[in-house]
């Protein structure tokens, strides 16, 4: 059953934007498997990476600072590795549309310039690239297949679409061994609690930790999957080794669809903090919103034997229990500067 873990002991990767939310997590179950981890993270401040991120495991990966957009770098850092967990990226939509130019940069560009280095320097490579629901838009129908129409609604998904078709092309085109993990609202220990433009469940977990109103917007019955980080990290792992994913996407969603307002009452009662009220959607995010969406994840459970082990309530638990030891490394202090565009 495990087969597919005990491929990593000893082999050679590296994760970009491995300092932040999923990344970190997926450093510290190939820590444990004893991969030989390289850490690459640009620590832009406004982004989620965080050195707490990898505490306890500092002595058993390696870190280099680096910005992916840097070609000659990342010509230097894919040489030798066998798999590459390719992470990097900018995730805020909201930001994406206030400065669509870094985002092209980060989530296009960027990309290109990890799979030239490795089609350069290491063509045997595996790439497994963190894609989003988020590029198929409003669905046409639930849950959402992968054949679904491609359709973002914001210029993130739009820039994240290419950023993973620019991965299948490298596999088809030049051999590069790549798939694609298009990943629901994933959840839990180590996301970023800072802002709350990198999704609304971060944010939601530090208004309840704090004792805060938590604001849904419309009436609270938008549908909506989530995935535990560990699962999010596990699927990865699977596809990491399985030359079935080669060329492939893949949705990575959760056991059932769950509405806002109930999500947030789960929430509220494992905190035991918080409260919460409906108010209307602010126009931005309202352009931007795709509305009901939930995945059908049957495709990597076929392919790769992949399974979401986590219940959400379980998940939850977890999540705050983590933050309620840790809260202090992941919220300002009382007159930090948060980071705006």
Not at 172 to 190: E, H, K, M, Q
Request: charged share 25%.
């Amino acid at each position: 059953m495990n087969a597919y873990r005990e491929c990593y002991r000893d082999r050679r990767v590296m994760i970009t934007g491995g300092l932040g939310f999923i990344g970190s997590n997926l450093a510290h179950q190939l820590a444990a498997l004893g991969a030989r981890v390289l850490i690459v993270d640009s620590l832009i401040p406004a982004y989620g990476g965080n050195l707490f991120n990898i505490s306890g495991i500092e002595d058993r990966v390696r870190v280099n600072v680096a910005d992916i957009r840097q070609q000659s770098t990342m010509n230097y850092l894919v040489r030798d590795q066998d798999v590459i967990f390719n992470l990097a990226g900018q995730v805020s939509h909201i930001d994406s549309m206030q400065d669509p130019y870094t985002d092209l940069d980060i989530n296009c560009r960027s990309q290109l310039t990890v799979l030239e280095a490795c089609r350069r320097n290491n063509p045997d490579v595996k790439v497994v690239f963190a894609g989003t629901r988020q590029i198929y838009g409003h669905p046409d129908t639930l849950p959402v297949t992968e054949d679904h129409l491609v359709r973002p609604t914001d210029v993130n998904g739009i820039n994240k679409a290419a950023g993973e078709y620019y991965h299948l092309v490298y596999n088809n085109v030049f051999g590069i061994r790549a798939c694609s993990l298009r990943l629901t609202n994933v959840y839990g220990p180590r996301q970023l609690l800072k802002h709350d433009r990198q999704g609304f469940i971060g944010w939601f977990i530090r208004l309840a930790l704090e004792n805060r109103e938590i604001q849904i917007y419309g009436d609270g019955t938008q549908l909506r999957d989530f995935v535990y980080v560990d699962d999010a990290a596990d699927a990865f792992l699977r596809a990491g080794v399985d030359d079935a994913s080669n060329g492939e996407v893949f949705n990575v969603g959760g056991t059932e669809p769950i509405r806002h307002r109930d999500l947030v009452e789960l929430m509220l009662r494992t905190a035991g903090s918080g409260r919460f009220r409906c108010i209307e959607w602010p126009p931005e995010k309202k352009a931007i919103d795709i509305g009901n969406f939930y995945a059908d994840s049957s495709k990597i459970r076929r392919v790769l034997g992949w399974e979401p082990a986590t219940s959400l309530a379980d998940g939850l638990a977890r999540t705050f229990e983590f933050y309620r030891a840790h809260l202090d490394q992941y919220v300002p202090a009382a007159g930090e500067q948060v980071e705006a565009l």
